[in-house]
């Protein structure tokens, strides 16, 4: 059984860079055919894709958010990560980390973690 | 950009009842690549639905989805007490590009 597990501070300042780790556990980050993907989900709103990396190391982004996203995978430790630069208020959500199969289908999600962007 | 419109944005139903989820697509989503996903409060989603109607691995037969092109339903055939949820679909056909609908509230009347 796949699991997915986010961290990272949950509290980050205006202007600085957010970072959180996806940890997986019950198979490889580095088999292939999936996609490696990052969502959030501001508070009382639905859900915004945010990008992924594919098992290759090809990353995608949502166009909204590509300037600001940087996701990357470390095979040894099984994780991937997402960093989001220059945040504001705009980007308090709960962020989501997910295993995307079959072109993308999200079949696997961690628990999801809320960053709240406050001075 | 491929925007995903949900109706209605609630729906008030009694367990039992049959309930019937739209989503529009702003064009048509290829080879049906649409899903549909269930969230209870304080959860991650999940996945119930995929290519348009084939159900994810344990969900229940009463979930079943149609469509293709632009218009899309999700339908609940018995509303049972742990289905009142929020429902979400999702087009993966304009891959690497996705987009979600804005959600439609299933709750008990």
Do not use: M
Not at chain 1, 1 to 7: G, N, P
Not at chain 1, 30 to 46: L, V
Request: aromatic share 12%; charged share 15%.
């Amino acid at each position: 059984q796949v699991q997915l597990q986010e961290s990272g501070p949950g509290l980050v300042k205006p202007s600085q860079t957010l970072s959180l780790t996806c940890t997986v556990s019950g198979g490889s980050i580095s088999s292939g055919g999936y996609y490696w993907s990052w969502i959030r989900q501001h508070p009382g709103k639905g859900l915004e894709w945010i990008g992924y990396i594919y098992y290759s190391g090809s990353t995608y982004y949502n166009p909204s958010l590509k300037s600001r996203v940087t996701i990357s995978v470390d095979t040894s430790k099984n994780q991937f990560s997402l960093k989001l630069s220059s945040v504001t208020a705009a980007d308090t959500a709960v962020y989501y980390c997910a295993r995307g199969a079959q072109g993308v289908i999200f079949d696997y999600w961690g628990q999801g973690t809320l960053v709240t962007v406050s001075s | 950009e491929i925007v995903l419109t949900q109706s209605p944005g609630t729906l008030s139903l009694s367990p039992g009842e049959r309930a019937t989820l739209s989503c529009r697509a702003s064009q048509s989503v290829s080879s049906s690549y649409l899903a549909w996903y269930q969230q209870k409060p304080g959860q991650a989603p999940r996945l119930l639905i995929y290519g348009a109607s084939s159900r994810a691995t344990g969900i229940p037969d009463r979930f079943s989805g149609s469509g293709s092109g632009t218009d899309f339903t999700l339908t609940i055939s018995r509303l049972e007490p742990e289905d009142f949820a929020v429902y979400y679909c999702q087009q993966y056909g304009s891959s690497p590009e996705l987009t979600f609908g804005g959600g439609t509230k299933v709750e008990i009347k």
